[in-house]
């Protein structure tokens, strides 16, 4: 491919999704300038002046291709010649079925890498706008990461704002856990809104359970039956769920991250550090709900909301958490109704900077009002490490084919990097950020075991993106 020599990209950020950019660009012979406000200016979270620094775990998470999304993207990832996938496994240290890496010299390598390739021209400042000089007359790509610059979060909000109202970019996660919908017992669970009935008679330790067949249970499909699954909760229920919640591990905050929460993202754990009944009088209010096993208000509900329109995936309404995943796992299971869900996506809470994406992006990660500047990370709203070098790789893949007159279809959604991809753009009340995994991708035509369902997913997947890398001539 022939080389171009005049840098037509400016890409802001030197972590893992500006370092995959600049690199997929440089391999399609683009010459690119990369902005690092390292070591002028660190955030708080970093301490080295290297590259693709791991500011939180060293752990690219599962490798497992046919029972975890983000394995199946690794292995797309390896097919598209991520320099991440390239490096970590150079860098790797023992795991089990995970990529770890030692940190320092991942760091170092990816570095060396960027530094060493003549297209790339690595400049150690900071971008405080937009609008600075340096970027005039090129395509820009912002891979700021989750700590982005107050100044440069400013002015990416004034890019996206309406006329007259100031855009709010989003500095906390609150994200809940979500389940498979058909993990969910419904002969104890049901389907129905707040208020959705007459008022039910107060609970009552006493009441008896109605004898209803599960024949006669709610339909968790019907359209017509509320927006939300309910799981209710007697007093000894609520009790046990709480006291597990309260002793529960927790995940401890980072120096950048101290125990300052506002009260929309609180973490469950944290309400119920102020009382026993304060979940009960917040997320786990049961005002406006009748039990259909008592015919009466339960002690304690939690609300289940549909995560995607197909309504294959539920989200735990109010359940962001700062619980460790293991301790998730076994919390939540406390729920009645919940004992043998599967776990799509665990909770979390922690400081980000991200847009709403489906509001303001393009299908190429542009920004609507400004078509020459696109995202790339987890500023655009993907989660993690892997998912962040996955995002900055496809952009400089799509910026290369177009810089070379192509004009790339966009990934199956049946693939890790398509669903991820369509996580973006599809449509959402609230959008929060999210890794890869399989609730993301349509179901299967045909319904499989629950053993089967990840791996029959993963070969479809691999399928469509084999023939996807066949078509786009990559």
């Known amino acids: 491919m022939d080389t171009i020599s005049t840098p037509a990209f400016a890409i802001i950020g030197g972590g893992l999704a500006g370092c995959e950019c600049a690199l997929a660009l440089a391999r399609a012979g683009l010459p690119c300038e990369l902005y690092e406000q390292k070591p002028e200016v660190f955030s708080p979270a970093h301490v080295s002046p290297l590259l693709g620094e791991l500011v939180c775990s060293n752990s690219f998470r599962s490798n497992d291709a046919q029972g975890s999304g983000v394995g199946l993207l690794k292995q797309e990832m390896r097919k598209l010649g991520s320099a991440t996938m390239t490096v970590a496994e150079r860098c790797s240290v023992p795991a089990g079925k995970a990529l770890a890496v030692d940190r320092s010299l991942f760091s170092q390598a990816l570095t060396r890498l960027v530094e060493e390739e003549p297209l790339i021209t690595l400049i150690r400042r900071q971008i405080p706008s937009l609008d600075d000089p340096a970027l005039e007359g090129k395509t820009v790509i912002v891979a700021a990461g989750p700590l982005v610059s107050e100044n440069l979060a400013s002015s990416l909000a004034d890019a996206i704002s309406s006329e007259g109202e100031k855009t709010r970019l989003y500095f906390y996660d609150a994200i809940a856990p979500i389940v498979r919908a058909d993990s969910v017992d419904m002969t104890i669970a049901f389907r129905g809104s707040r208020y959705g009935n007459d008022a039910p008679p107060p609970y009552s330790d006493d009441a008896p359970f109605l004898e209803k067949p599960m024949e006669t249970m709610v339909d968790p499909n019907a359209a017509d039956n509320g927006d939300y699954l309910n799981c209710p909760m007697t007093r000894a229920e609520y009790t046990a769920f709480y006291e597990a919640l309260r002793d529960a591990e927790r995940v401890p905050a980072h120096d950048f991250e101290k125990e300052i929460h506002f009260e929309g993202c609180m973490p469950i754990e944290a309400l119920a550090d102020r009382g026993e009944r304060t979940l009960t009088f917040g997320p786990l209010k049961p005002v406006g709900f009748t039990d259909p096993r008592t015919g009466r208000r339960p002690y304690a509900l939690l609300q289940l909301r549909a995560e995607n329109a197909e309504r294959t995936s539920f989200n735990l309404v109010g359940c962001q958490t700062k619980m460790t995943y293991g301790a998730q796992d076994r919390v939540f ?77 966009l990934p199956p959604q049946t693939t890790a990097l398509g669903a991820l991809m369509h996580h973006l753009r599809a449509p959402a009340k609230q959008f929060t950020p999210s890794n890869v995994h399989f609730g993301l991708m349509p179901e299967l035509e045909e319904r499989a075991k629950k053993k089967a369902r990840k791996t029959e997913m993963a070969d479809r997947g691999r399928v469509d993106f084999d023939a996807w890398l066949s078509e786009a001539g990559l």
């Open 333 to 409: 299971r406390l729920v009645p109704g919940l004992a043998h869900a599967e776990f799509l996506r665990f909770g979390s809470v922690h400081r980000n900077t991200y847009v709403n994406a489906p509001e303001c992006l393009n299908p190429d990660l542009s920004l609507k009002k400004r078509p020459n500047v696109h995202l790339a990370g987890q500023i655009t709203g993907v989660e993690g490490y892997v998912e962040s070098a996955a995002c900055g790789l496809w952009l400089g893949i799509l910026l290369a084919a177009r810089a070379h007159g192509k004009e790339l279809p």
